[in-house]
């Protein structure tokens, strides 16, 4: 519900990444990652995104999203898995103390511009 | 979200970024583009980096003023106003409190509350598009209505949403969420970054568990799984029946914070 906030982000994260010795350059692609704990739905987001672009130097760009899994690591046991359902308990020691190491990413990982040369 | 697999699985089935094909795809792509000249610059920026930038300076002018900030996030209609009405009915005497509210187009919720007593701002974030969300530059105008040197403990009643709020810090100190038993217990699994981001669940309306099927232990379980240990009151915000040890657990945390 919150996409098009996030989308707007997006293309001003976007536009102020363009080098300055490529001013005026169009953006073609915008490599996105995202955890699967974010609360982001992909095609809301693309749906925003497609809507937010025109009239900026990322009009026709696509937005690339690499889905990144939730890793967990037991402070107990170190134990470190992939956590696949809503369930936050190590599998091998039942702890419940735990870091998240990924999955909660919404990150620009880069852009990639026209290079007229 | 956790669906979030799934939908992305069906759009790839309509020949788009297919997450195990994606090297082949991006291989081949980026092979293609750039032999046409395309340049791929870094950015490795979190989208939210703005929001968080500005969370962090509210978090530091709470620190220096000794205001302990309280964000309650809950679905619609699952009794947050009147859980904060009495809520500040209880703490008043000894603690000062102050509201900000927010809803997307209405004042009501914020007349309820200022029949407490304690100053009361409202946001009404339709001007800021109808967001689903207080994210903390909203906030930040809103505490500026407020003297944050004759307060305690600011309490932010969020957007009524279990998905949005959850991914825009605040510069709160503690997040609470509020759960109504009428909602069913399947609520926590659906919404598992809510209940991981916050510090306290209310399970709210207990008094209606006699009309209802609902399965407190199922409920119980399923939040023991997705954030173990977090504490869970079960509450009536109309019979106020588990407000002593919802209110408890509250004024050890500012305790915590300000002394």
Redesign the interface.
């Known amino acids: 519900?919150?996409e098009?906030?996030?989308a707007m982000?997006?293309v001003?994260?976007?536009k102020a990444?363009?080098?300055a010795d490529?001013h005026g350059a169009k953006i073609?692609?915008v490599?996105?990652q995202?955890g699967?704990?974010?609360?982001?739905?992909?095609?809301s987001l693309r749906f925003c995104f497609d809507l937010v672009i025109k009239e900026t130097p990322l009009e026709g760009a696509e937005l690339?999203?690499?889905?990144l899994p939730v890793v967990a690591h037991c402070k107990d046991c170190q134990h470190r898995w992939t956590v696949t359902?809503?369930?936050?308990?190590c599998p091998a020691c039942q702890?419940?103390?735990l870091d998240i190491l990924s999955g909660r990413?919404?990150?620009?990982?880069?852009?990639?511009?026209?290079?007229?040369? | 979200m956790w669906f979030f697999a799934n939908r992305l699985t069906k759009r790839n089935h309509r020949g788009h970024h297919d997450p195990h094909d994606h090297h082949h795809h991006d291989h081949g792509h980026a092979v293609e583009t750039r032999r046409s000249g395309t340049r791929e610059i870094q950015v490795v920026r979190r989208v939210l980096d703005a929001n968080d930038a500005m969370a962090a300076r509210l978090r530091a002018a709470f620190a220096e003023k000794g205001v302990f900030v309280l964000n309650m996030m809950s679905s619609p209609g699952s009794g947050k106003t009147t859980t904060l009405q009495k809520t500040l009915a209880r703490i008043m005497p000894r603690l000062r409190c102050a509201v900000i509210v927010g809803d997307i187009c209405t004042t009501v919720d914020a007349d309820r509350l200022a029949q407490s007593g304690a100053p009361v701002v409202q946001i009404n974030t339709d001007e800021f598009g109808g967001d689903c969300h207080l994210a903390a530059h909203v906030v930040e105008r809103a505490v500026a209505g407020l003297d944050l040197d004759g307060i305690d403990l600011l309490i932010v009643e969020n957007i009524g949403n279990l998905v949005c709020p959850a991914e825009f810090d605040i510069g709160e100190d503690k997040r609470v969420v509020v759960l109504s038993v009428t909602e069913g217990e399947d609520k926590p699994a659906k919404y598992p970054l809510m209940f991981r981001e916050c510090d306290a669940t209310l399970l709210n309306k207990i008094d209606l568990l006699p009309y209802l099927d609902f399965d407190m232990d199922l409920a119980r379980t399923s939040i023991a799984k997705i954030h173990p240990g977090m504490p869970v009151f079960e509450i009536s915000a109309k019979t106020e029946v588990g407000f002593d040890d919802w209110i408890g657990w509250l004024e050890a945390q500012v305790k915590k914070k300000l002394q």
């Not at chain 1, 699967?36 to 095609?43: E, G, N």
């Open positions: 519900m919150h098009m906030g996030i982000e997006i001003e994260i976007a990444s363009i080098p490529m073609q692609r490599n996105l995202v699967k704990l974010s609360a982001i739905v992909a095609d690339v999203i690499e889905e359902e809503p369930v936050f308990l702890s419940g103390s990413e919404l990150e620009i990982k880069s852009i990639e511009i026209e290079d007229e040369d």
